[in-house]
């Protein structure tokens, strides 16, 4: 089971955190990947880390301002978003990947959270 929370509103220029909770004993054998989606578009990817969290990557639309991160003793992945603008609202989707280093490609990932919706207004 995955499930997202710490979604909300923010103003522009503020910040959020996101985190992404996940059932099971072998979470330090999961990449996590975090997707976004507003209504009507096709879903984006949004960054990624590997099983150890030594490796991550991001989206060109976040990058220098979304920084993802993960504590294997919890079974807990986060999204720490900074510098947040209006373009930035959309549902944010946690996604679980065997994939050793994570995948900006969602077909890779398989198990999804519901989404947790992020606001950023002017």
């Known amino acids: 089971q995955v499930e997202e929370s710490g979604g909300g509103s923010a103003q522009t220029g503020g910040s959020l955190r996101l985190s992404c909770a996940v059932s099971?004993?072998?979470?330090?054998?999961?990449?996590i990947g975090w997707f976004r989606q507003v209504r009507g578009n096709e879903r984006e990817f949004v960054a990624a880390i590997s099983w150890s969290g030594d490796g991550t990557i991001y989206g060109d639309s976040v990058k220098g301002r979304f920084t993802i991160f993960k504590e294997n003793a919890k079974n807990v992945a986060y999204l720490q978003m900074n510098t947040l603008k209006p373009e930035d609202t959309a549902t944010y989707h946690c996604a679980v990947t065997s994939y050793y280093s994570g995948s900006p490609y969602e077909n890779l990932y398989d198990y999804w959270g519901q989404g947790t919706e992020v606001t950023v207004s002017s």
């Open positions: 099971g004993r072998n979470f330090n054998r999961y990449a």
